[in-house]
């Protein structure tokens, strides 16, 4: 995926690790359970299992199921909405994630994922409503994931000015915060930017580690201020590095 088009699929994904880490990852059929919730609980396993490993329409149904034995969780209604999308139901989708957004008020990995949807559809103003709503909570440990989610939604909308607050506000809350970082980056890159894409670039790359994508960004960057030197170092990273890349591999034809 080049660095100039990140998405909020990425939110999903880390979305759908969280759950996993809630629960037993081991392979194999469940062993017999005493009760509804005992069966819920595992079909939720065996649905986020699926998931992960790309079987959509089993994970829906053992989702589903897992819902009909027990229908207060959260997490197994925000998964099955994430399940839905990924079988292109908007409608259903958003039933899912919004009985998982009521369930779970202070569960903000569901909150999260509902905003995401919301954003994925293209209805902005909701998707901002909904973001904000998690931000002002007093019960929001780590807002700074919200706001940095809600600025890559207003990018895609786009609206820079309001991406651009709302990555400030999550570097306010914590400097060293990496999405916000290189999110502020690619903003000032696509803005035309570049001496202070290079700025949060930088601060970036000094406290955390780098990829193809954050590379390739750099190559980007130093090209458009004339850098040839730099532009080159990150060149030379990239096909170091991160040889089979997407990235490499897009430089490389570029240099052809």
């Known amino acids: 995926m080049s660095v100039q088009h990140l998405s909020l699929r990425a939110v ?8 996993a880490g809630c629960i ?10 005493a009760d509804d919730s005992d069966a819920a609980g ?17 994970a829906r149904d053992r989702l ?3 819902t009909e034995l027990d229908g207060t969780e959260p997490l197994v209604w925000s998964t099955l909405g994430m399940t839905y999308e990924r079988l292109e139901n908007p409608r259903l989708a958003e039933e899912s994630h919004a009985r998982a957004a009521r369930l779970g008020p202070r569960n903000f990995d569901v909150q999260n994922a509902y905003a995401v949807f919301l954003c994925n559809q293209r209805r902005f103003d909701d998707a901002r ?3 904000d709503k998690s931000i002002r ?15 890559v939604c207003m990018s895609q909308e786009p609206d820079y000015d309001a991406a651009e607050e709302y990555f400030r506000q999550a570097l306010e809350r914590r400097p060293s915060h990496a999405e916000a970082l290189l999110q502020m980056a690619v903003l000032k890159h696509r803005t035309d930017d570049d001496l202070r894409a290079r700025a949060f670039l930088q601060r970036y790359r000094a ?9 390739y960004l750099c190559v980007l960057i130093e090209r458009n201020l004339g850098d040839e030197s730099a532009r080159t170092d990150c060149a030379n990273e990239l ?3 991160f040889p089979d890349s997407v990235e490499a591999q897009q430089l490389m034809a570029a240099n052809k």
């Open 42 to 58: 595992a079909n939720f396993q065996l649905g986020i299992r699926y998931f992960q490993n790309g079987k959509f329409e089993l």
């Open 137 to 151: 909570a007093s019960t929001n440990d780590n807002p700074e994931v919200m706001m940095t989610n809600a600025g």
């Open 207 to 215: 406290q955390h580690p780098t990829s193809a994508g954050v590379l």
């Open 24 to 33: 037993s990852t081991t392979t194999g059929t469940p062993e017999p359970v």
């Open 12 to 19: 999903l994904i880390g979305l759908a690790l969280t759950l």
């Open 239 to 241: 096909l170091r590095d």
């Open 64 to 66: 589903i199921l897992s």
């Open 129 to 131: 409503r909904q973001f």
